[in-house]
């Protein structure tokens, strides 16, 4: 059974950095895309990164580019999001999402529970 | 950025009824299309793929169809454990969501 475990969420302050990780078991985590998927507590999803399977090919929402930044380490099995410039608006919950195929095919077939983040004063 | 407008924002209905959400795409999307569940607390699931296609283990009372930049999930029969919350989800472009539908018990 394929598991995502999201850690890293905080409170922040406008304007500092927060950095995400996901651990994923259960799957050959290195044949795989993988997105980051946010929703703000109560409301709608919006796709915010995702990365290809060996990490040669990155996406980004138009709300997060050139903020956050991607990555990811196969050894460790992990998924990474670099969060820097953080907006009251970057608060919610954030998936770690694995894709069906080793591109970000939008294919979201794996969530984890979730890490929480807040930015705030 | 394509742009997904799904209808109606929440829906009451009894057990047996059939339920209708629909998704319309602000451009073409071909069957670019996913549907996913969230009941509550949890994290979203992926029901049906490229518009048709039910994921395995999805029971056969959900459909999904397409005509032209219009989409459709359809309950046939609703029952309890469907109570929560539908998005769709397109593909064609980067990825983008619709607004959700929450389904409960009237």
């Known amino acids: 059974e394929v598991q995502l475990v999201e850690s890293g969420g905080d409170l922040a302050q406008p304007g500092r950095s927060l950095r995400l990780s996901c651990v994923g078991s259960?799957?050959?985590?290195?044949?795989?895309?993988f997105s980051w998927v946010r929703q703000i507590p109560g409301k709608g999803l919006e796709w915010v990164s995702g990365?290809?399977?060996?990490?040669?090919?990155?996406g980004y929402a138009a709300s997060v580019r050139g903020r956050f930044i991607v990555s990811r380490d196969n050894a460790k099995n992990s998924l990474y999001l670099q969060m820097d410039s953080l907006r009251p608006d970057d608060t919610a919950l954030y998936y770690c999402?694995?894709?069906?195929?080793?591109?970000?095919?939008?294919?979201?077939?794996?969530w984890g529970q979730g890490t929480a983040v807040t930015v705030s004063s | 950025d394509v742009q997904m407008t799904q209808s109606p924002s929440s829906l009451s209905a009894s057990i047996g009824d059939r339920v209708t959400i629909t998704c319309q795409a602000s451009?073409?999307?071909?069957?670019?299309l996913n549907w996913y569940q969230q009941k509550p607390g949890k994290a979203p699931k992926l029901l049906i793929a490229d518009a048709s296609t039910l994921e395995a283990g999805v029971p056969a009372r959900f459909s999904g169809s397409r005509s032209g930049t219009d989409f459709t999930l359809t309950i046939s029969s609703l029952q309890p454990e469907d109570i929560g919350t539908y998005y769709c989800?397109?593909?064609?472009?980067?990825?983008?969501f619709g607004g959700g539908t929450k389904v409960d018990l009237k």
């Open positions: 989800q397109q593909f064609d472009n980067l990825f983008s």
């Open positions: 451009q073409g999307i071909s069957n670019r």
């Open positions: 990365v290809a399977w060996n990490g040669g090919v990155t």
């Open positions: 999402v694995k894709d069906r195929t080793g591109d970000t095919d939008g294919y979201f077939e794996s």
């Open positions: 259960g799957l050959n985590f290195a044949d795989y895309g």
